[in-house]
């Protein structure tokens, strides 16, 4: 249906079809709050929520696109590339990341569709970036790895759209493997695949809260994660431990020690997270979900009132294993666990308790892995 949608659109907007299919993947974190740009772990999941391009190339150097979910037309020529500040700068932003590395671009015409919700921390702008690299990459004829391509997406990011983010999206999106959560390293770029014992599901809770706050403090926090770091004499707070944070304290201003404190204890919990749930140590899942939002609340300071009221309502629920923030946190969605069988039960019961508490009407919904971007067999 998706599809045909699609299908019908291309050749509402351009004429004709569709010459190639790209697809790549939003990303909920399952583990790991801010730790990506503190060079530390993140335990990620790459989703069945997508953005798909479809895409036919043109000779003239032009882009064209039409994103479906917005109703919304741009277009550039790939000669001249300026900000607009509009969606539009994410694909942009790409071409203008892969042209800088002396890569030939065509132009193309492309549907641009997605099931990633936006502005709601599951990475809706990665996933439009990578999968527009992988158009340009297929129209192009070249090759690139799925971590060059992350960090090219990730320098559109910093640079053209002026977004301080760290990698976990534009990774998560690019290097996820079907049926698998991945534990990133962000020092090295590494990932190891990890599976999730099978009778837990990740499920999706969206608080439907704005997250106006997100931009400005976030380089906030990342600004006082480097002060700890600079103070404590370490290149990122992933190389502190805990006992030395606390040998230190006195030296840091006191919001400082607390994020401080998030991070490195943070860090440590990606690990033991990622054990926990590839055993199904169900105990140990909530134990370490429970003092992820705890940190997130009281030591880095993230967690919006609808957050507050969301937690509460996902660990009430019944089939509840464990829950906690996503992404960067300032409303938008978060993650629970939840006992396959008792899927209908949970959804039911968080809807109801978060609506009576907030008056809004939440979105819960469970997400499989997906495999990272890349072309689409379209038969
Ligand atoms: C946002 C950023 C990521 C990461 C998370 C928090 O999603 O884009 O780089 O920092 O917040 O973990």
């Not at 299919?21 to 997508?50: C, K, Q």
């Not at 507050?308 to 294993?321: E, F, Q």
Request: charged fraction near 25%.
């Amino acid at each position: 249906m998706r599809r045909e949608l699609v299908t019908r659109l291309f050749r509402e907007k351009f004429g004709g079809a569709p010459e190639l299919w790209a697809r790549a993947p939003g990303r909920v974190d399952l583990m790991g709050s801010h730790t990506d740009y503190n060079l530390g772990f993140v335990l990620t999941l790459p989703i069945s929520r997508e953005t798909w391009v479809a895409a036919r190339a043109r000779d003239d150097g032009q882009v064209r696109m039409f994103a479906a979910n917005l109703d919304s037309e741009d277009c550039f020529d790939l000669t001249s590339i300026q900000r607009r500040a509009c969606w539009g700068d994410y694909v942009r932003g790409v071409a203008w990341a892969l042209a800088a590395e002396g890569l030939p671009l065509r132009g193309f015409d492309a549907v641009i569709h997605s099931t990633v919700p936006t502005g709601s921390g599951l990475s809706s702008s990665a996933a439009l970036e990578c999968s527009i690299a992988v158009v340009f990459r297929a129209l192009g004829g070249w090759e690139m790895g799925g971590a060059r391509m992350a960090r090219l997406c990730l320098r559109a990011e910093n640079e053209f759209i002026g977004l301080n983010c760290g990698i976990l999206d534009q990774f998560s999106s690019c290097l996820g493997r079907a049926g698998c959560a991945l534990l990133l390293d962000c020092r090295d770029l590494s990932t190891r695949a990890v599976h999730v014992a099978e009778a837990i599901r990740v499920v999706i809770c969206d608080t439907k809260s704005p997250r106006e706050l997100a931009g400005g403090e976030y380089g906030v926090r990342r600004a006082q994660c480097e002060e700890g770091a600079a103070i404590l004499g370490v290149a990122a707070l992933r190389d502190a431990t805990a006992a030395e944070l606390e040998a230190r304290a006195a030296e840091l201003p006191p919001e400082v020690l607390k994020r401080c404190r998030f991070i490195i204890g943070e860090n440590e919990r990606v690990l033991a997270m990622t054990e926990a749930l590839a055993a199904g140590d169900r105990g140990r899942v909530g134990r370490l979900c429970s003092e992820s939002f705890a940190g997130a609340r009281d030591l880095y300071e993230i967690c919006s009132p609808s957050m507050i009221a969301m937690m509460d309502a996902m660990t009430r629920a019944p089939g509840s294993i464990g829950a906690r923030q996503a992404g960067a946190g300032f409303g938008g969605c978060m993650v629970a666990f939840v006992e396959a069988g008792e899927m209908d039960a949970f959804s039911a019961a968080v809807s109801e308790r978060y609506r009576m508490s907030t008056g809004v009407q939440p979105e819960v919904y469970p997400v499989e892995p997906a495999a990272g971007a890349g072309l689409m067999d379209v038969a």
